[in-house]
């Protein structure tokens, strides 16, 4: 499997909100994980980012991504993948109680290969303009 195909089997599984069980498979254990958004700023592993992710599901359950590119640099072992999300606001679990709001906001995936599977993650995301679009801010 190439590294285009392993980022989009990855993408797929975890903005699908499933268990890091399943989506461990593309990625090496400890993998690292960054993001410059203050809703993010503990979390530091992919593991802990899937279980992040898989919790938004709670109060946005149609929560789905839009994939806009996958572009991948062989010399640097890398794939980017940007994408819009888009969901609303029907369930529990949020900040406030649900809002009914709906969001569509960019975000960007860098991936960094260590052979056949990710090493580091890096989310460029802004939080603050998703969290107003959902009412949460």
């Given at each position: 499997?190439?590294?285009s195909?392993?980022?989009?089997?990855?993408?797929?599984?975890?903005?699908?909100?499933?268990?890091?069980?399943?989506?461990?498979?593309?990625?090496?254990?400890?993998?690292?994980?960054?993001?410059?958004?203050?809703?993010?700023?503990t979390?530091?592993?992919?593991?802990?980012?899937?279980?992040?992710l898989?919790?938004?599901?709670?109060?946005?359950?149609?929560?789905?991504?839009?994939?806009?590119?996958?572009?991948?640099?062989?010399?640097?072992?890398?794939?980017?993948?940007?994408?819009?999300?888009?969901?609303?606001?029907?369930?529990?679990?949020?900040p406030?109680?649900?809002?009914?709001?709906?969001?569509?906001?960019?975000?960007?995936?860098?991936?960094?290969?260590?052979?056949?599977?990710?090493?580091?993650?890096?989310?460029?995301?802004?939080?603050?303009?998703?969290?107003?679009?959902?009412?949460?801010?």
């Open positions: 499997m190439s590294i195909q392993s980022a989009k089997a990855f993408f797929d599984a975890i903005e699908g909100g499933k268990d890091w069980e399943i989506c461990k498979e593309w990625c090496h254990a400890g993998a690292s994980f960054s993001c410059q958004a203050d809703g993010l700023a979390v530091t592993t992919v593991e802990a980012y899937a279980a992040w898989k919790g938004l599901f709670t109060p946005i359950p149609d929560m789905h991504p839009e994939i806009k590119a996958l572009a991948t640099d062989a010399e640097r072992n890398t794939v980017v993948v940007t994408a819009v999300v888009h969901g609303t606001q029907t369930g529990p679990g949020g406030v109680p649900p809002t009914g709001n709906k969001v569509a906001a960019d975000y960007a995936y860098i991936f960094n290969f260590d052979g056949n599977k990710i090493r580091h993650m890096t989310k460029i995301w802004n939080d603050g303009y998703t969290m107003k679009l959902l009412g949460w801010a």
